[in-house]
T-cell receptor, first 111, second 115 residues
Framework: SQQGEEDPQALSIQEGENATMNCSYKTSINNLQWYRQNSGRGLVHLILIRSNEREKHSGRLRVTLDTSKKSSSLLITASRAADTASYFCATDDDGANNLFFGTGTRLTVIP | DAGVIQSPRHEVTEMGQEVTLRCKPISGHDYLFWYRQTMMRGLELLIYFNNNVPIDDSGMPEDRFSAKMPNASFSTLKIQPSEPRDSAVYFC?????????????FGPGTRLTVL
């Protein structure tokens, strides 16, 4: 299946540090999205990067996409305790109208 | 807009009982998705609708699960009969336009516990 895999599964950092999460996928995509899920809540869309883009920024978020390696990374700079959440990448299967979510990275930011 | 609305937020039932989960998508969104999330299997797509029509139900685990979307503002996911292994958080999400290039908006989820 197209389901992505995030790496690492869990990450614990100090407030102020940067957090990097990686996502690998299997087949061709049109776009890749990153979502955040706070404990007990639904997923919230963070950023979308298209297959012809290599890098995208949104506030403290920086996303890169390497289609040749079928991988993406999400960088959160100057992390805050409020960034504590699970982060998921989601890809489409070229031609599909639904998204395939990865297994998630659980980020803990220690104040 | 209130976002995607799901009810109930929590449901505890006994094995064998019928369970009905409800979802109201964001007005104007023409795609609706039902997901199930567990620790073991992560987030799984169960079924999705486009303009109230089921498009792909290949993720529905078995015949005990059924989903309907009688109109653009309401969808149900029914489990009959329920089993303990159905315990999970069920999310509904909606999107505007084809899912490929559009973000999905998730509801708060329904936490189902089957005893």
């Amino acid at each position: 299946s197209q389901q992505g895999e995030e790496d690492p599964q869990a990450l614990s950092i100090q407030e102020g540090e940067n957090a990097t999460m990686n996502c690998s996928y299997k087949t061709s995509i049109n776009n890749l999205q990153w979502y955040r899920q706070n404990s007990g809540r639904g997923l919230v869309h963070l950023i979308l990067i298209r297959s012809n883009e290599r890098e995208k920024h949104s506030g403290r978020l920086r996303v890169t996409l390497d289609t040749s390696k079928k991988s993406s990374s999400l960088l959160i700079t100057a992390s805050r305790a409020a960034d504590t959440a699970s982060y998921f990448c989601a890809t489409d299967d070229d031609g599909a109208n639904n998204l395939f979510f990865g297994t998630g990275t659980r980020l803990t930011v220690i104040p | 807009d209130a976002g995607v609305i799901q009810s109930p937020r929590h449901e505890v039932t006994e094995m064998g009982q019928e369970v009905t989960l409800r979802c109201k998508p964001i007005s104007g969104h023409d795609y609706l998705f039902w997901y199930r999330q567990t620790m073991m299997r992560g987030l799984e797509l169960l079924i999705y609708f486009n303009n109230n029509v089921p498009i792909d139900d290949s993720g529905m685990p078995e015949d005990r699960f059924s989903a309907k979307m009688p109109n653009a503002s309401f969808s149900t996911l029914k489990i009959q009969p329920s089993e303990p292994r159905d315990s999970a958080v069920y999310f509904c999400a909606s999107s505007l336009g084809a899912g490929v290039g559009n973000e999905q908006f998730f509801g708060p989820g329904t936490r189902l516990t089957v005893l």
